[in-house]
């Protein structure tokens, strides 16, 4: 069982930066970041494996950027240029298994989530 924690969730105007960190209590194949906003479906942002290839969402490419740190077990994910919709609750999701090599952006393909970190996005 692999636990995740979130945190750097908080408010922030549109065109500022937060950065959200999850530490996990084991290290997993592959790792993201997911968002679920009220009303909505829980939404795939960003990727990573375990060799430290990123994939991303239309959404959110060019603005966000996931990274990790596999020897503290610590999941990043830096968002710049926040926009009012990109306000939402934000998930870490890690994976169990061997599939080292692969980045998915759909949250059937993950096992364990964290408890999740509120980003607001408001003037």
């Known amino acids: 069982q692999v636990q995740l924690v979130e945190s750097g969730g908080g408010s922030v105007q549109p065109g500022g930066s937060l950065r959200l960190s999850c530490t996990a209590s084991?290290?997993?194949?592959?790792m993201g970041w997911f968002r679920q906003a009220p009303g909505k479906e829980r939404e795939g942002v960003a990727a990573?494996?375990?060799?430290?290839?990123?994939k991303y969402s239309d959404s959110v490419k060019g603005r966000f950027t996931i990274s990790q740190d596999k020897a503290e077990n610590t999941l990043f994910l830096q968002m710049n240029s926040l926009k009012p919709e990109d306000t939402a609750m934000y998930y870490c999701?890690?994976?169990?298994?061997?599939?080292?090599?692969?980045?998915?952006?759909?949250?059937?393909?993950?096992?364990?989530w964290g408890q999740g970190t509120q980003v607001t996005v408001s003037s």
């Open positions: 990573i494996n375990s060799i430290g290839q990123p």
């Open positions: 999701a890690a994976a169990s298994g061997a599939a080292i090599f692969r980045r998915s952006l759909f949250p059937d393909d993950y096992n364990y």
């Open positions: 084991y290290s997993s194949p592959y």
